[in-house]
């Protein structure tokens, strides 16, 4: 096996990764707030990782064995891909132009069974925890081919694991700069342009001029 023939499926794979997951919600600012106190912080990494990952897999896997006989799914998959992407990208450069920041609040200590029952909530119970990792990451991977979706799903699991441990280790040096609108703006419309682009190339690959 080439792995410098696969490799760009690896960057395509984490760049989607942290694109996806690096916005603002109740799991990053839960994370962010572990690690500000620094408690549990490895246990909260692994756990979201590892979702993730177990999500991104089945997302690529999973729609690459159901489109694999079906044209006629595969088009329907990259339309509603790229649909949503270009609704996530509209949305975010949509709070770019507002004044949003990440709040990690302070509150009582929590056992390690406390923290991670919160954690699985702001997990499994957010929705689009589904639509990035099994639909997104799924459609976008699903088109990479033979052993290159293997790769693409490395990289995807790697950007979660380098997003994680940079918002829970990192907490304390990350904190102050996220707290700032400014940033997350940034942040937004970088975002923004990124989904846009990428549903873009969904509509590519599906034949569109």
Same mark, same amino acid.
């Given at each position: 096996m080439n792995l410098t023939t696969h490799f760009p499926s690896y960057l395509n794979g984490l760049a989607v990764s942290l694109t996806l997951i690096a916005a603002i919600g109740a799991q990053n600012a839960f994370v962010l707030r572990q690690g500000l106190r620094r408690e549990h912080v490895g246990v909260m990494v692994a756990f979201c990782a590892g979702?993730? #990952? *177990? @999500?991104?897999? %089945? +997302?690529?896997?999973?729609?690459?064995?159901?489109?694999a006989g079906s044209p006629a799914l595969a088009r329907l998959i990259a339309w509603a891909g790229a649909l949503f992407l270009a609704w996530y990208g509209v949305m975010a450069l949509r709070r770019a132009l507002g004044a949003n920041s990440l709040q990690a609040g302070q509150g009582a200590?929590?056992?390690?069974?406390? #923290? *991670? @029952?919160?954690? %699985? +909530?702001?997990?499994?119970?957010?929705?689009?925890?589904?639509?990035?990792?099994?639909?997104?990451?799924?459609?976008?991977?699903?088109?990479?081919?033979?052993?290159?979706?293997?790769?693409?799903v490395g990289g995807a699991a790697s950007g979660s694991v380098l997003w994680f441990a940079s918002l829970g280790y990192g907490a304390r040096w990350l904190a102050p700069w996220f707290a700032r609108p400014r940033a997350w703006q940034v942040l937004d419309g970088l975002i923004g342009l990124f989904m846009l682009g990428l549903a873009a190339m969904l509509l590519r690959h599906d034949g569109m001029p």
């Open positions: 979702v993730d #990952a *177990l @999500l991104m897999a %089945a +997302g690529v896997f999973g729609m690459a064995a159901l489109i200590a929590l056992t390690r069974d406390q #923290a *991670l @029952l919160q954690l %699985a +909530g702001f997990t499994l119970l957010n929705p689009h925890v589904y639509l990035d990792t099994v639909l997104l990451v799924g459609s976008v991977g699903a088109q990479q081919a033979g052993a290159a979706k293997s790769f693409f």
